[in-house]
């Protein structure tokens, strides 16, 4: 799909609303979304037929020179292919023209971009897993998506219809004052239009160019450093030394007896077998429904915690800092997975960095990984080697200092700030080369040392800290720099 640069003063911004289609506007959504899925099978089958015609012709010693050329993937290149088949295929050709052009268009755009993260993947040049070749979409696991990008798209005068190409006019479940208004002063456009299931119900997402001015946050010289955990969801220590905690809500455990209940109502259904054909009663339908009805729930729920977090702090603050959390690795551990998928750790993140870039173009540090905020500490400087995860209390043994662990991290996450900027070696320069790494982490080893104060540094970055916290750098030539976004 084409991307959209949004004008000087404009960004572009996504207005998500609820849908309340009626039973043949919903058959419509469907079958649109069915139409993007299977031009996307088609687009992946017609490139692989390619390769595997190839690797065939190959086995019989065919020259190079002879074999079956490479059919590309570009998204001109699959529109034209799959305009010239449509009107043949047994597969389109009874229905195809049931649905817009856009649906199709989905697909093999979806298809096209998927090749070329392979492609991207096979080659080094993405970050990230590997990502093996593209596969067919299942009819029951595939997801109900399909964009607009041309026709009529519009959100009506009256606040609570919208109209989308072929689907007509379609009653939203909520006001869509808050872009029919950007659009009615001339401060929106629309670019596309984006429908999908999920959760139980259909929404429609607009993609506009929106002229908005950075708002000026409440503190902008103030820091603050954020560490994350399971029991307390957010520590914040601000360059002042002022700390505050925000609880974990715990959405999940708090649903999990109600979730337990209606589990055990869907196992005494009669559910679905693909072994053996077997189709689901209608009660199972129905209570499998009330089921998905309490997970929805508590999805909604995390999500408005997590937003409200990160709107107050992006909104207070100049410099956010935050740490390089792995959090698919921390997924691994069976006994604390729970909690730390329920609290959101990547999505914290993922809001503070748009929000703090978009909405405030205030700064977000990000961490070193390997970086002990936990183990140093926060009054002397001082470095343990080992901290076990057990111990909540942070007990300098050279300064004496005792702060809960959590607290201790943040005040040193919020330090890194002026270092950040000043360059004394904690968080590192933008422009500092980063050390060779040895093989398998080995120097990401932490060693017991202590940290060099550097009060100059703390008043050259404008920072407030107390002399026992000043910004401090450690005697680690080895530790990268910072990201900074």
Known sequence: MKKFQAQPGFVVQAFRFALDPNASQEHALRSHCGAARAAYNWAVGWVEASWWQRRAEESYGVAEEQLTKWRPWSLPVLRKAFNETKH????????????????????????????????????????????????????????????????????????????????????????????????????????????????????????????????????????????????????????????????????????????????????????????????????????????????????????????????????????????????????????????????????????????????????????????PSSKTCSGCGAVKAKLPLHVRTYECDACGLVIDRDDNAALNLAALAAACVTGTGVAGDQDTAPAVSKPRGADQKTRTTRLRRTAEAGRAGGATLPRQRQTETRDRPQTEPLTLW
Request: some cysteine; glycine content about 6%.
């Open 88 to 371: 043949t295929d047994p597969r389109f050709a009874a229905w195809w023209e049931e649905n817009s052009k856009e649906a199709y268009s989905t697909g093999l755009a979806n298809a096209a971009a998927a090749f070329d993260n392979y492609a991207k993947s096979k080659r080094g040049k993405r970050r990230g897993r590997a990502m093996g070749m593209p596969r067919f979409k299942s009819k029951r696991k595939a997801r109900l998506s399909c964009r607009f990008t041309t026709g009529t798209i519009r959100v009506d005068a009256d606040g609570r219809h919208v109209t989308l190409p072929r689907l007509g006019t379609v009653r939203t479940h909520e006001c869509t004052a808050k872009l029919l208004d950007r659009v009615q002063a001339r401060t929106a456009r629309i670019l596309s239009a984006t429908v999908r299931h999920e959760r139980g119900r259909w929404f429609v997402s607009f993609q506009a160019e929106v002229k908005r001015g950075l708002v000026r946050v409440t503190r902008p010289d103030a820091a603050v450093g954020i560490d994350l955990g399971v029991k307390t969801l957010a520590v914040m220590a601000d360059s002042t030394g002022e700390i505050r905690t925000a609880p974990n809500p715990g959405h999940y455990d708090r649903a999990r007896k109600q979730l337990r209940r209606v589990s055990r109502v869907v196992s005494r259904r009669q559910g679905p077998d693909r072994r053996t054909g077997q189709q689901p009663s209608k009660r199972w339908e129905k209570a499998n429904a009330q089921r998905n009805k309490v997970h929805h729930r508590v999805a909604n729920l995390r999500e408005d915690a997590l937003h409200k977090l990160t709107t107050a702090v992006a909104a207070e603050y100049g410099t956010v800092v935050v740490e390089d959390l792995n959090v698919a690795g921390m997924l691994r551990n069976r006994r604390l997975a729970r909690q730390i998928a329920d609290a959101g750790f990547g999505e914290i993140r993922r809001q503070l960095d748009y929000k703090t870039r978009q909405r405030h173009a205030t700064r977000l540090v990000v961490a070193n990984r390997w970086y």
